[in-house]
T-cell receptor
């Protein structure tokens, strides 16, 4: 079952904050976050492992609530370079096999 | 430049044909991942190899197969191609096994006509 991301799309002004959510119906071992700009390959942002930790670098951080099977990505004081599509990828076992499943994606556009 | 090299960049082929996509991971990376990205399906994980062994498997079709060679490069073989296989195929590599930072190549755009 594909994780559901919300919102599907968001438009921000430079300097505004945004939160992108990722919800799964399956038990999760990990959550990965990626950003993909149009016509380019995805770029890794961070991984969160079981344990409810929060990670971050620069003005982008994320949390992982394994009980709720949810993760959130926090973008603070957004910059033009933050524009792109954000994907969460969830890691977990299905029928004894480890799999990664990507979310539906959130398109984010930052305006000057 | 992520350090991951994929060839070819573009491929156009006819239905029913077979193609091979190649991926050279970053120096020192032991894991290679393959992904398919299409407009209607989004980003789909296909398969992961770690140091030559299959490590994780997604919803990879039986017509598709992959392997990782002793020099750690990987190939994705797609056979009996259908129009719906047209997509961008990404390879990524990482140092470790599951749940480690992955670096993506620029992708191979496959068009099946």
């Amino acid at each position: 079952q594909q994780p559901v991301q919300s919102p599907q799309a968001v438009i921000l002004r430079e300097g505004e904050d945004a939160v992108i959510n990722c919800s799964s119906s399956k038990a999760l071992y990990s959550v990965h976050w990626y950003r993909q700009k149009h016509g380019e390959a995805p770029v890794f942002l961070m991984i969160l492992l079981k344990g409810g930790e929060q990670k971050g670098h620069d003005k982008i951080s994320a949390s992982f609530n394994e009980k709720k099977q949810q993760s959130s990505l926090y973008l603070t004081a957004s910059q033009l370079s933050y524009s792109g599509t954000y994907f969460c990828g969830t890691g977990g076992y299905t029928s004894g096999t480890y799999k990664y499943i990507f979310g539906t994606g959130t398109r984010l556009k930052v305006l000057a | 430049d992520s350090g991951v090299t994929q060839t070819p960049k573009h491929l156009i082929t006819a239905t029913g044909q077979r193609v091979t996509l190649r991926c050279s991971p970053r120096s020192g990376d032991l894991s290679v991942y393959w992904y398919q990205q299409s407009l209607d399906q989004g980003l789909q994980f296909l398969i992961q190899y770690y140091n030559g062994e299959e490590r994780a498997k997604g919803n990879i079709l039986e017509r598709f197969s992959a392997q990782q060679f002793p020099d750690l490069h990987s190939e994705l073989n797609l056979s009996s191609l259908e129009l719906g296989d047209s997509a961008l195929y990404f390879c990524a590599s990482s140092v470790g096994g599951e749940d480690t930072e992955a670096f993506f190549g620029q992708g191979t755009r496959l068009t099946v006509v």
